[in-house]
T-cell receptor, first 114, second 113 residues
Framework: EAQVTQNPRYLITVTGKKLTVTCSQN?????MSWYRQDPGLGLRQIYYSMNVEVTDKGDVPEGYKVSRKEKRNFPLILESPSPNQTSLYFCASTTREGGEETQYFGPGTRLLVL | SQKIEQNSEALNIQEGKTATLTCNYT??????LQWYRQDPGRGPVFLLL?????KEKRKERLKVTFDTTLKQSLFHITASQPADSATYLCALNLSGGYNKLIFGAGTRLAVHP
């Protein structure tokens, strides 16, 4: 089954304690993204990756890092989480066919930073 | 400024009626527009894509229109069912911007039996 998986699904942490949210896709897609979703604001892109070792900032990259060492994995790293990073996070994997892109989203990770 | 607007208030309709959701945007030139469905606690699921040169696209009970002059897309669900209750998101893909989707905040649809 084609899917995007994220772990953990729920996480409570404290300010300043480094954490990593993993993302993995089994569709051999080159393109992957991380979004955060906050009430009333919609999904906002944090970082994206066009291929292995190729990453770039999205609209809200501050406080986040990513890496893409393998095609299937795209972890999101919060080096020093702060309460304003409390949010719902989604990883997405993108297919591009006929010039059109379709994103497949993971199930989400709900993060609470105290 | 650039923005995408979807009705923030929930849309409540009776089962069997047609639900119409609106997505308006300003100061963007999208290459195409997508609609997603999102259930509580789940990731968005792709429904339909419509290009800038297409006026209308259909998929089963779903229909999307795209008016680049009005800068508006309408999303219709005909013969709505309680199982259609969810939040629906529109997203613009900006011209020339690969992997650059801009999402609206979504409209919650509630279909009542």
């Amino acid at each position: 089954e084609a899917q995007v998986t994220q772990n953990p699904r729920y996480l409570i942490t404290v300010t300043g304690k480094k954490l990593t949210v993993t993302c993995s896709q089994n569709m051999n897609h080159e393109y992957m993204s991380w979004y955060r979703q906050d009430p009333g604001l919609g999904l906002r892109q944090i970082y994206y990756s066009m291929n292995v070792e190729v990453t770039d900032k999205g609209d809200v990259p501050e406080g986040y890092k990513v890496s893409r060492k393998e095609k299937r994995n795209f972890p999101l790293i919060l080096e020093s989480p702060s309460p304003n990073q409390t949010s719902l996070y989604f990883c997405a994997s993108t297919t591009r066919e006929g010039g059109e892109e379709t994103q497949y989203f993971g199930p989400g990770t709900r993060l609470l930073v105290l | 400024s650039q923005k995408i607007e979807q009705n923030s208030e929930a849309l409540n309709i009776q089962e069997g009626k047609t639900a119409t959701l609106t997505c308006n945007y300003t100061n963007y030139s999208p290459a195409y527009l997508q609609w997603y469905r999102q259930d509580p606690g789940r990731g968005p699921v792709f429904l339909l894509l419509i290009r800038e040169n297409e006026k209308e696209k259909r998929k089963e009970r779903l229909k999307v229109t795209f008016d680049t002059t009005l800068k508006q897309s309408l999303f219709h669900i005909t013969a709505s069912q309680p199982a259609d209750s969810a939040t629906y998101l529109c997203a613009l893909n900006l011209s020339g911007g690969y992997n650059k989707l801009i999402f609206g905040a979504g409209t919650r649809l509630a279909v009542h039996p």
